[in-house]
């Protein structure tokens, strides 16, 4: 289909075909897991990383003043291609890229970005990100590890007060890391200023742990065994002041401590804003790693026979059976929707971080509240926005791997079991997404909390009329599902079609603002219901947290709901945005699959609250099923415009020819 992986490489094709490129010559690292022992694999892991540190590319996302290109939306492109590849070099390329140098540049100042980033970004300083703690994963802001100014000596003591606060699951640091990015407790002059970032060295030159630092290795995992993950505990080490990344706040030699935003929980997630990279990056690979699931599986479908017509000579393909199209043709579809998603995340990624990196450089915070009165300046707002939007397409998009790739694997049978194939180790490797840069259901509910405070900011600028209105307005809904007046509406429109559905035979099933219309109302419907729960359960006296618990699988419905309408929006805009002709016309069938399939997946929810008669959610079904005989014909050159390198994807069950 000429034109369409054009289309999907979008502004970033370069950076995309730069690193396919090095996937291809790299291709004998695919199935190093298996062949190598595994301090063996890490090893190769890290000589190849090193390799494409060589060649540039992880540079491409850093300011030009350290060797880098400024290009943020090209370096997320290429990591995300990385993907495509072994998936333990990519993780290590995001732990040393990403997170340890992102956190120098981001949270540092001009003084370590001078010292530090041009050897972190040519790999020859390997360095950690030390966040985790056995005890605190997700909570953050709860970390135990302590770091104490000593202003006597004018030094920072980092240590591990407990056993729970061992730094835990850390990437590089069980074999190759020299320098940790450490998030600890900042206590100075007695007091604690809550969670900094400090670079604390772990390693001499000669690979063994300095004095005060115990490292020791988390063992074999499910998956990414080419990535040395460890465990570090600190016994009151000491670093210069200095080491303290001060973008956001400073401390002086006396042990004054400074920092122009005062509010330390506005101070905390503005910090960890600047670390949303990792979230962004994450879902885009996983989004990824599910093209190169679903290019072995629909290719081995469209080569694999199995059963027939009574009487055939020949048996039928397995890409012929509308149950197998059922299983992988919709997760297709969901596939490219989240692909375009992540397209425009990465955008706004780029938009707002360029900004941010240049006031990284000149050590601004580039924050643009009103300290004083606590109001939240255009700047922030988006921050926060985005930061939202990456929580949610991250969560989507690694579950979606996850069902993906076990979907592939079953569609392929015995034959998908086998590691010389590659799903098993796509399966392991991607599992731990869903939990790693943010637990995916916690990640949902801070996209839940973001809606909420929308909500009640919109709330209260309406006047008494208004919010009249508006409650009146909720009150009609109810009573619409109450007295099944919404499904006597669907069930005339079944039977009288409009204008619009006199010329479509599927009486407007397939039209955009119909399907952006249930997702909206979807949306809207559950985030006012959890608001009126929060609210009733406030003015009852009850505790907050208990209320809000009481809610939470409320809540996260709502967030995930919420999700899927962007997703589906930004198919929407993909769709218009195609070139005319064959490219545009098979994105619209593609499209129609991805929003009729959600929105029989929900179907119980939609029927519930009046939006969808029994016909009206029948006649979806079939018309899913017509879509799949369609996309059926064209569907192996919907994978191939994915561009995945041709040793990640022709295996022996797909390519018997160069394998036998």
């Keep these: 289909m000429t034109g369409l992986r054009e289309y999907l490489d ?328 989240l692909h375009f998603a992540q397209a425009e995340l990465v955008d706004e990624f780029a938009r707002i971080f360029g900004a941010d990196e240049t006031d990284a450089v000149r050590g601004r915070t580039g924050d643009t509240a009103d300290g004083e009165n606590g109001r939240v300046g255009p700047g922030e707002h988006d921050r926060r926005a985005l930061e939202a939007q990456a929580a949610g397409t991250k969560a989507l998009g690694t579950w979606h791997a996850t069902e993906t790739i076990q979907m592939c694997r079953e569609a392929c049978g015995g034959a998908g079991y086998l590691s010389e194939n590659r799903l098993s180790a796509l399966k392991a490797d991607t599992d731990v997404f869903t939990t790693f840069e943010g637990d995916n259901t916690v990640l949902l509910q801070l996209v839940a909390k973001g809606l909420l405070t929308d909500y009640r900011e919109s709330f209260g600028k309406l006047d008494p009329l208004g919010t009249a209105r508006f409650i009146a307005g909720q009150a009609v809904e109810i009573a619409v599902e109450k007295t099944a007046l919404r499904m006597l509406v669907e069930r005339l429109r079944d039977v009288v079609p409009n204008r619009s559905d006199s010329a479509d035979p599927d009486a407007g099933l397939r039209d955009d603002d119909y399907h952006s219309g249930l997702l909206q109302f979807r949306e809207q419907h559950m985030l006012a219901g959890v608001a009126r729960r929060l609210r009733a359960g406030i003015d009852a006296g009850d505790e907050a947290f208990e209320v809000f618990n009481r809610c939470q699988d409320h809540v996260i419905a709502a967030g995930r709901a919420h999700v899927e309408r962007v997703v589906l929006e930004a198919f929407q805009h993909a769709v218009r945005a195609a070139p005319e002709g064959e490219v545009r016309d098979r994105l619209k069938e593609l499209y129609d699959l991805h929003a009729l399939s959600t929105i029989e997946n929900d179907r119980a929810w939609f029927m519930e609250h009046g939006r969808l008669s029994g016909p009206r959610s029948k006649a979806i079904t079939a018309l899913v099923n017509e879509l799949c005989g369609r996309i059926r014909t064209y569907a192996t050159d919907l994978v191939d415009a994915f561009g995945v390198p041709g040793a990640a994807v022709e295996v022996p069950m797909v390519v018997r020819s160069q394998h036998e």
């Design 10 to 337: 979008g502004p970033h094709k370069a950076a995309r075909d730069v690193v396919r490129d090095g996937l291809a010559s790299h291709a004998s690292l695919l199935d190093a897991g298996l062949r190598l022992s595994r301090d063996e694999y890490r090893d190769q892991v890290l000589a190849t990383l090193k390799e494409i540190a060589a060649e540039g590319h992880p540079s491409r996302g850093f300011p030009k003043e350290y060797g880098g290109q400024g290009d943020l939306g090209g370096f997320i492109a290429g990591f995300e291609t990385l993907a495509y590849g072994d998936l333990s070099l990519m993780v290590k390329a995001g732990v040393q890229f990403g997170l340890f140098a992102g956190a120098i540049l981001h949270l540092g100042t001009e003084k370590h970005h001078d010292r530090y980033l041009s050897d972190a970004l040519t790999g020859d300083l390997l360095g950690c990100f030390a966040m985790t703690e056995t005890g605190h994963g997700s909570n953050v802001q709860a970390l135990e590890t302590t770091a104490t100014y000593d202003a006597e000596t004018g030094e920072f003591v980092v240590h591990t007060p407990t056993p729970s606060a061992r730094k835990d699951y850390i990437g590089n640091a069980a074999r190759h890391g020299k320098l940790a990015a450490v998030f600890a407790q900042l206590v100075v002059g007695g007091r604690t200023h809550g969670v900094h970032c400090l670079l604390v060295p772990i390693r001499s030159d000669d690979g063994e742990p300095l004095p005060g630092v115990t490292i020791s290795d988390c063992g074999p995992k499910l998956g990414l065994n080419g990535v040395d993950n460890g465990r570090i505990v600190f016994d009151q080490v000491r670093v210069p002041r200095e080491a303290l990344l001060d973008r956001y706040a400073q401390v002086d030699a006396d042990g004054t401590y400074r920092s122009e935003i005062e509010n330390p929980d506005r101070r905390f997630f503005t910090m960890l804003g600047t670390l949303v990279q990792g979230r962004v990056s994450v879902g885009g690979a996983a989004i990824n790693a599910s093209k190169v699931a679903l290019t072995i599986a629909i290719r081995y479908a469209d080569g694999r026979r199995q059963f027939g017509a009574p009487g055939s000579a020949e048996e039928a393909l397995l890409l012929d059976y509308r149950m197998h199209q059922r299983r992988l043709l919709p997760l297709l579809a969901r596939t490219y929707a």
